[in-house]
């Protein structure tokens, strides 16, 4: 058996090679022809560790597959160097496939893990093979995760993606995920990092909020997803490791420009700069979409105080987009003296660390995977067995230490075979000593070589492989007195589970926060040049020069019945909706470079100025800068109503006035004489059934008074038919637009009437004058004068009735034509009546936790609004979130106090009511919560040494907390402590076996059950507790 195992095991090392130290990976795949994908595998590796030639990949269909390494390069951050992976795949039909890549390990002292060394690292990406979707890349993550952010400070992680076949209707969502295993499946126990305030990430752009970190080293995943018509057709996946560590206050300064654009064909050129007070070395770098498509970008640039650089591209029609190309420079500090110190043993020497054992040289396993000498705990002697640091001085800053180690069983000597160790419990200890006893080490993590089996004959398979370890120290380690060590506690005999080190380093990681910008930058098409407008009979020609960007689809026409005198910004493309321009013709083909806007089909009007602008338009929805404005003036040809004006109000003797102007551009030639009006009207402002009114011989006569009509009730629109005789036939020549009288209306409310006024015409009316009828006088007189179409008549008195009229000013765009034009509405009466609620009151909640109360207070709406016939407000609640609210209190005071029991929680509205029981619109829903109270939390450290002080691991002052389930681990796993007791009172004691347990570092899970807004709900804390005895 021993040598079936030893035989597949060196197989699967032949395969495997070393383990990386992995702190990001994700999955990138491209099509290259129908079926075949071209997939890549990004690693971020930590730049000390070594790399695999391959890696494995399931393609998502049954395959799996290895894709060989294609390029190691820098990642442009400190500590790590990029990694990728590819190879392609060819499927056999359309279908959704769940791209994936599993990977052990991760780093052996995650913090949001439990036995993190023992997971794996997995991602996944989602693909989508459907021919109705062309041309499927992945999503791209546009910037590497840092090694490491800083503790104790608001922190925002860009991980935006850009979508290399962006879609004008996709949507692009983002979400937070737990870490998984190697099956895909969601790891146990695991816990997002924890935050002082919040650790959460923008659905929408990507931006990871992290308020505050606290110091450690967490996981985590995040998910980029696009979304077409609400189905997902595509996402990828970032697992991510990073470093949290103590910080200066300090940061350098980075100049950037803000976002931009570039004309599609030209060059876009500018400076990057940073600068820094202290003289350490900043390091300048640039990542992102611009970066890959070939933009210059000299980097990485590092320098002391000063670092610039020059970015330039030279952009194409090709690279039009609605959606902006992102960039992101970042400035990075590396501390003077932050060196790191390596210990490789290439010299075949122990010094300066120290053994209780003899330890070998002679490379059992052969070489490591740097290909040189390594230290080997062999067969020469038994455990206890310790390799010890000398004496560091961690005291000024946070220190990683690296290493490379790696577990073996029967080895030590030539000829021996090299398979992986299978006996429980022999595994190796990482601790710290900050006194000169050997009796106080302090365990930092567990190597266990046999978590799965406690027999023999099984082992974690990693542990055969040369892995690269990095381990945050904890702050306790960070002294001028530290020592480390590496100690295997037991083993069952000399032949059973060696292992080895090698490339040990102390390395002070950086404490100066980085800075980073994101620029977005757009590539704009040219405008179509050269628009010219033309009148003729028929209507307005228009034409312009082809589009420069031949990968446009076509040309949006737009036209406005005046001129504006806008002029684009730089980066503005197409026309803004606020000019009033309106879409009158989309084409379909970039040769298209005429139009013909026809008077009959598209509702032109003699009498007006006709203005027009183009822009070509892209698949995705990209436009280019708009065209010249080119202004025309339409032939005379058609009458052209001026005045639909009301001269009496009356239900059955009401008359109107209607006035027209000549057609003066008539081709009396092509339309001899002679001629007619037909005069039509309807009997409401717009609509199609008309009803004959008169006729009017000759082109001079063009007023006509329309008389025993009801204008107290309707409104009237015209239109004005023109005629000439040929052969003793009347044929219909032109038609004048349609054009309505002015409708007045009014709504009554408390002491006030609001008037509006509702037409449609040809013209353009620029103001209104409102007449109000003089009980005194017997006349209406002007009360006001307004640029839009309503007025409000404020200051009356309810009961008593007024009437109204009003008198619209209007004007056609062309010249030639009276000024103003002057319409007036119909005569209207009303009554001013209190049916209005007061104004909504703006209410606010203030908690007082010490007294269990709620304090509200609210605007008083008798100041607010001016309401004089106020009379009482109503207090509405509910003790959740979910609704459920009842009349709590009536009062006439803006303030009141709610004493409760138990919790602060509840919401709360208010409403105003008056004299006549009209009830205001309620408030905003104000919610209180026991957030701004002394929530639970816990210490991180606490010292049982019986000396009267901090002797008990129990909980920061507190409310509102109905109970706890609190369980607490040691590194390894195993419950040492639990309870349900809201204050904890732990004493250190194993809860199994009564003693003390060793001090060092737990974790815990704790479930706080409190009454808040969604009733009795609970919340899970995370962390660690560190145990020091004096």
């Given at each position: ?22 702190r990001s990976i994700e999955i990138q795949y491209e099509p ?454 590496w100690y295997q506690e037991r083993s069952t005999n000399y ?101 013909i806007d026809y008077i009959n089909f598209n509702n032109l ?426």
């Amino acid at each position: 058996m021993k040598k079936i195992i030893a035989f597949v095991t060196l197989f699967l090392f032949a395969l495997v090679g070393f383990s990386m130290n992995i702190r990001s990976i994700e999955i990138q795949y491209e099509p290259i022809n129908n079926l075949t994908y071209k997939a890549r595998v990004i690693c971020y590796v930590y730049e000390h560790g070594p790399i695999d030639q391959w890696i494995s990949f399931n393609w998502g269909d049954g395959t799996i597959s290895y894709l060989s390494l294609s390029s190691v390069s820098p990642s442009g951050l400190p500590y790590l160097k990029k990694v990728i992976y590819s190879g392609q795949h060819t499927y056999s039909g359309s279908s959704t496939f769940l791209l994936s890549v599993s990977y052990k390990c991760r780093g052996p002292y995650v913090f949001n893990i439990p036995l993190s060394v023992q997971k794996s690292l997995y991602t996944e990406a989602l693909l989508v093979i459907n021919p109705y979707i062309s041309d499927q890349h992945s999503l791209i993550f546009q910037t590497p995760t840092p090694f490491n952010i800083c503790s104790g400070v608001l922190q925002e992680l860009d991980l935006s993606i850009y979508d290399p076949n962006p879609n004008t209707n996709a949507i692009y969502t983002y979400e937070l995920l737990a870490c998984r295993d190697s099956a895909g499946t969601n790891i146990n126990n695991y816990n997002f990092p924890p935050a002082t305030n919040d650790f959460s990430l923008n659905p929408n752009t990507g931006l990871l909020t992290w308020d505050v970190p606290l110091r450690g080293e967490y996981s985590f995943v995040v998910r980029a997803k696009k979304i077409l018509s609400g189905v997902i057709v595509g996402y990828v996946d970032r697992d991510i490791t990073i470093i949290v560590n103590d910080c200066q206050s300090i940061s350098p300064i980075l100049n950037t420009p803000v976002d931009t654009c570039i004309i599609a064909g030209d060059t876009l050129s500018f400076p990057v700069s940073a600068s820094f007070v202290l003289d350490d070395t900043m390091v300048l770098t640039a990542t992102g979409q611009l970066i890959d498509l070939g933009a210059d970008f000299l980097q990485p640039i590092k320098g002391i105080n000063n670092v610039a650089s020059e970015f330039n591209w030279g952009s194409t029609c090709d690279f039009v987009s609605i959606s902006p190309y992102n960039i992101t420079f970042r400035v990075d500090v590396i501390n003077k003296n932050n060196t790191s110190s390596l210990y490789n043993f290439n010299n075949g020497l122990l010094s300066p660390f120290t053994s209780n054992v003899p330890v070998m040289f002679n490379n059992p396993c052969g070489n490591g995977w740097d290909n040189t000498r390594y230290l080997w705990f062999g067969k020469n002697e038994p455990a206890p067995r310790a390799l010890t640091s000398p004496i560091l001085d961690l005291s000024n800053g946070d220190y990683i230490i690296e290493f490379d180690m790696r577990f073996e069983e029967h080895t030590g000597y030539g000829g021996s075979n090299c398979e992986g160790p299978d006996e429980p419990d022999e595994g190796i200890y990482l601790q710290y000593n900050t006194t000169n006893s050997d009796d106080n080490w302090i365990n930092i993590v567990y190597f266990n070589p046999n978590p799965k089996y406690q027999e023999e004959g099984g082992h974690e398979f990693n542990l055969i492989h040369w892995n690269n370890y990095t381990v945050l120290l904890p702050n306790e380690a960070l002294t001028p007195n530290t020592r480390i060590r590496w100690y295997q506690e037991r083993s069952t005999n000399y032949d059973y589970d060696h292992w080895g080190l090698d490339n040990i380093g102390f390395l002070r990681i950086a404490d100066i926060p980085s800075i980073y910008k994101k620029i977005d930058i757009s590539v704009i098409a040219p405008a179509p040049e050269n628009l010219q407008a033309t009148a003729t009979p028929y209507g307005i020609e228009l034409k312009w020069n082809k589009e420069k960007c031949d990968n446009a689809i076509g040309y949006k026409i737009y036209r406005k019945a005046s001129q504006t005198s806008y002029m684009p910004g730089t980066c503005d493309t197409g026309l803004p909706d606020s000019l009033g321009f309106i879409l009158i013709n989309t084409t379909t083909s970039l040769n298209d470079t005429t139009y013909i806007d026809y008077i009959n089909f598209n509702n032109l009007t003699s009498g007006n100025e006709y203005c027009y602008r183009v822009y070509a338009y892209f698949s995705d929805g990209a436009r280019s800068k708009v065209s010249n404005e080119t202004c025309t003036i339409m032939n005379d040809v058609s009458p052209i109503i001026t005045h639909v004006s009301i001269s009496n109000t009356d239900e059955i003797n009401g008359e109107l006035y209607l006035q027209w102007s000549k057609p003066d551009d008539l081709d009396t030639i092509a339309h001899p004489g002679p001629y007619k009006y037909d005069i039509y009207y309807g009997e409401n402002l717009i609509g199609d059934d008309y009803i004959y009114a008169i006729s009017k011989y000759g082109l001079d006569d063009t007023t006509f008074v329309h008389q025993n009509i009801d204008t107290k009730n309707k409104p009237y629109h015209y239109q004005i038919r023109l005629f000439n005789k040929v052969n003793n036939q009347w044929h219909h020549i032109n038609s004048s637009s349609v054009a309505s009288s002015v409708l007045l209306t009014a709504t009554p409310g408390d002491k006030k009437i609001n008037l509006k006024f509702e037409y449609q015409v040809p013209w353009s009316n620029d103001s209104f004058y409102v007449y109000r009828y003089n009980d005194f006088s017997y006349s209406y007189e002007l009360i006001a004068k307004t640029l839009i179409p309503e007025y409000i008549d404020t200051g009356l008195i309810n009961g008593k009735t007024y009437c109204y009229k009003v008198l619209a000013y209007g004007h056609y765009s062309a010249p030639g034509f009276v000024t103003p034009l002057e319409n007036w509405s119909q005569e209207l009466c009303a009554i001013p009546i209190d049916t209005e609620p007061p104004c909504t009151p703006i209410l606010s909640v203030n908690p007082d936790c010490n007294s269990l109360s709620n304090i509200l207070t609210w605007q008083n709406v008798i100041t607010q609004c001016n309401v004089q016939d106020f009379s009482h407000y109503e207090i509405f609640y509910s003790p959740t979130i979910h609704g459920g609210f009842y009349l709590l209190s009536s009062t006439i005071d803006t303030t009141f106090i709610h004493t409760l029991t138990n919790t602060i929680a509840g919401c709360y509205y208010v409403v105003a009511i008056d004299t006549n029981n009209n009830v205001s619109m309620p408030s905003e829903n104000i919610c209180s919560d026991i957030n701004n109270c002394d929530l639970y939390s816990l210490p991180n450290v606490f010292t049982p040494d019986g000396d009267g002080y901090n002797d008990l691991f129990k909980p920061f002052p507190y409310d509102f907390v109905e109970k706890v389930h609190l369980l607490i681990y040691n590194r390894w796993g195993n419950l040492v402590f639990e309870t349900n007791d809201p204050d904890i009172n732990w004493d250190g004691k194993n809860i199994n076996s009564g003693k003390p347990v060793p001090d060092g570092v737990y974790f815990y899970l704790c479930e706080v059950y409190e009454w808040r807004l969604e009733g009795l709900t609970s919340r899970l804390l995370t962390g660690t507790i560190t145990i020091i005895r004096h």
